[in-house]
């Protein structure tokens, strides 16, 4: 049996992980895999990098903290061993410096990198992409470039992909927002934040801001415990009343659209409310693809198991991939010849899962049947009725 070191395993991970980190810096699960991986290495610096990044954006992260917690139980194993000041390897968790922490960066993934999804990237390419590419011929009839769309569906089925792509296919500089960088607990800082995300925005347009999970935000005011004057101020940005929003495009992105504030929707603000459905059969084929392009592969038909997972979100497909490769491993560790991945793993891995988008539609199939008056939820009923899962 070969005998091979954590980092001569981890590192094609890595290197991929940070790949993906250069378009998506501000992607906290793929930094928590990046820190485990770093902890398993050693490498405790990089860890705490990762770590102090993740933590600046979210505080109460839980995985993060649990990270925090072995990093500093390895610093006092450390510091007992080597009984020297001077040879201490000392880690500051509040001190390391990140990376850059400038918002808006240029995407350089475009539609081509989506698989599938023609007639969403069509909707998107009507509603944002044309006007962005042929400003004259929108002033010309009197219509303003820029505003607010608002992507719905089930969880991890892209919408943050896609909302990058977006600003990919218009050359603009993307700022990527999580609901917790914006709220804060001293009184008038979200405030703050909300201002400094449009003021940067506005700075450097043509500009994509993509909100996440924005009914965190928006959820009726009734019930916001004090949330009134941040969500205002996030309206007057939105209406540009101050400023000028010229150039400058809004997406929000949301699993529960009927949760979100009427006040959000209307003309002007996110007045385009866009379906996001789970990939198709082409897309679920690239998803694979993307999974698995750094593993030990067999020969593998990516159709046949786009196939066997029909309305699968591609968090789920990463979900099978990661299962056949960890069964394939602990064959590994348990004595086996190192060997590579087959179809025939990827095919019981998905015996090993579930669909998680047929929950999804279960409850929005109800908002989209007695609470659509405005019809923004027709998508759905048309989905469901294509799908035979009405």
């Not at 698995?292 to 067999?298: A, G, R, V, Y």
């Not at 086996?336 to 998905?350: F, G, H, K, W």
Request: hydrophobic share 35%; charged share 25%; proline share 4%.
């Amino acid at each position: 049996m070969t005998h091979f070191s954590d980092s001569q395993i981890n590192q094609p991970t890595i290197d991929f992980l940070k790949n993906l980190l250069v378009d998506e810096p501000e992607n906290i699960h793929t930094r928590l895999q990046l820190a485990s991986l770093y902890i398993q290495n050693n490498e405790m610096e990089k860890a705490v990098t990762q770590v102090s990044f993740i933590t600046k954006i979210d505080p109460n992260n839980s995985d993060a903290l649990v990270l925090q917690n072995i990093l500093a139980h390895k610093q006092q194993e450390s510091a007992e061993k080597q009984n020297s000041d001077d040879n201490l390897i000392k880690i500051n968790l509040n001190d390391i410096k990140t990376e850059d922490t400038n918002l808006a960066v240029k995407s350089k993934i475009k539609f081509d990198k989506v698989g599938g999804m023609e007639s969403l990237k069509e909707e998107i390419r009507l509603g944002i992409i044309y006007p962005f590419l042929q400003p004259e011929l929108y002033k010309k009839y009197g219509k303003k470039i820029g505003g607010g769309i608002l992507l719905y569906g089930p969880p991890g089925c892209g919408k943050t992909f896609i909302a990058r792509a977006t600003a990919g296919e218009i050359n603009a500089s993307f700022i990527s927002v999580g609901i917790e960088e914006i709220l804060d607990m001293y009184m008038g800082q979200s405030e703050k934040n909300i201002s400094n995300i449009f003021k940067e925005a506005r700075v450097k347009a043509p500009s994509v801001i993509f909100f996440d999970e924005v009914d965190a935000l928006s959820t009726d005011r009734m019930k916001n415990n004090g949330k009134t004057s941040v969500i205002n101020q996030f309206l007057t940005e939105m209406d540009g009343i101050e400023d000028n929003n010229q150039n400058l495009m809004i997406i929000g992105a949301t699993n529960t659209p009927w949760q979100v504030d009427a006040a959000f929707k209307r003309p002007g603000r996110f007045d385009k409310i866009i379906f996001v459905p789970p990939p198709d059969k082409i897309a679920r084929a690239e998803i694979f693809k993307l999974n698995l392009f750094d593993k030990p592969l067999d020969s593998i038909d990516y159709l046949k198991l786009a196939e066997k997972t029909n309305f699968y979100s591609g968090a789920d497909i990463g979900k099978v991939c990661d299962i056949a490769v960890e069964n394939v491993m602990r064959e590994i560790f348990s004595g086996e010849p190192e060997r590579n991945v087959t179809m025939q793993d990827l095919e019981s891995a998905i015996k090993q899962t579930n669909s998680s988008t047929k929950e999804w539609f279960s409850t929005a199939k109800n908002f989209a049947r007695f609470a659509n008056e405005s019809g923004n939820y027709s998508a759905i009923t048309d989905f469901l009725a294509e799908n035979n899962l009405d």
